[in-house]
């Protein structure tokens, strides 16, 4: 199956933590050239001694940005252009998080969530989707959350970002396909990740703590990122990793959504 990423040349947004960090790792046996986006050059740089160490014919490279700036997008695929690089496959991994009721959110915080989680993927997903067609090939991964398929009290604007992160990339794979690209949307529930610090506004309680409270639908990243790997050497349009997450969710889908409406409203004032 990873056969399918066989000197792959993969672009990983979101590559200094969690989902991103552990897609790079899964990658390395099998691609031919990692390029490894974050804003955090510290950790990007002891990712990459890593990987060149446990693999020594692999290309990593590493770009620093703050993706949610449309010139460090514009210079991301000006420095491709110039080193001569062509991505085949792009991982959309970087997003993140708000927990709290929305009137007292803070509107900087929200607005760099829909920056990232919507029009830093679109435009990275335009700007390189021109020299996967030009090839002939190629496969994107956009990393959405199960929140995407229900709007999440406490959690709105997220679920609304990761709402869009599915539906584009369902439109975009149908649209592709022809074409030779495929597109999938990875749509995980909770994984242990520094996703939940983010999202935890200060002074507010820790949402890791939902790990316990739903500790049969957590996955590990290790868990998340095979099934996401796996869905895209399938060509699956979208994917839920957890075989009990992704039961619930059909059954939830199934249920009238007035009867939907009311549990969530009946959970969120339980968070
Ligand atoms: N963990 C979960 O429970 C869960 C569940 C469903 C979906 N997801 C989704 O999974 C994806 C990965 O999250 P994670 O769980 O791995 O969380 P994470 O450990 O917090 O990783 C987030 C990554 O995004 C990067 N990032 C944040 N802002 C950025 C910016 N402006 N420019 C460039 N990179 C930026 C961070 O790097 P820097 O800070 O170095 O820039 C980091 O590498 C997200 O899209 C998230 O919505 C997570």
Redesign the pocket.
């Given at each position: 199956m990873m056969n399918f990423f066989n000197n792959c040349t993969a672009l990983i947004?979101?590559?200094?933590?969690?989902?991103?960090?552990e897609f790079s790792h899964q990658l390395a046996p099998y691609a031919s050239r990692l390029i490894l986006?974050?804003?955090?050059i510290d950790?990007?740089d002891a990712l990459a001694t890593h990987l060149r160490e446990l693999h020594p014919n692999l290309d990593v490279r590493i770009f620093a940005?703050?993706?949610?700036l449309a010139e460090r997008r514009h210079a991301l695929a000006d420095w491709l252009t110039d080193e001569d690089i062509e991505v085949n496959f792009l991982v959309n991994?970087?997003?993140?998080?708000d927990h709290g009721p929305f009137d007292t959110s803070d509107w900087e915080r929200v607005e760099?969530m829909i920056d990232?989680?919507i029009t830093?993927l679109t435009h990275l997903t335009h700007l390189l989707v021109q020299g996967m067609l030009e090839n002939g090939r190629g496969a994107i991964l956009n990393?959405?959350?199960?929140?995407g398929f229900f709007p999440i009290p406490q959690m709105a604007v997220?679920s609304a970002t990761?709402a869009y992160v599915t539906s584009f990339s369902e439109a975009l794979a149908m649209e592709l396909r022809p074409q030779g690209i495929s597109v999938t949307a990875l749509?995980?529930?909770?994984?242990?990740?520094?996703?939940?610090?983010?999202a935890t506004r200060p002074g507010e309680e820790d949402q890791a703590s939902h790990f316990k409270t739903f500790p049969a639908i957590v996955v590990s990243?290790q868990e998340a990122v095979r099934t996401g790997l796996e869905a895209v050497a399938r060509e699956r349009a979208r994917v839920i990793p957890g075989p009990l997450l992704a039961a619930a969710v059909a059954v939830a889908l199934m249920i009238p959504f007035c009867i939907v409406r009311r549990i969530l409203a009946m959970n969120s004032a339980k968070l």
């Open positions: 947004t979101g590559a200094s933590s969690g989902l991103g960090e986006v974050a804003r955090r950790r990007l940005a703050d993706v949610t991994n970087a997003g993140l998080g760099n990232l989680n830093s990393v959405s959350s199960v929140a997220y990761k749509c995980p529930g909770p994984v242990p990740t520094e996703f939940f610090d983010t990243a």
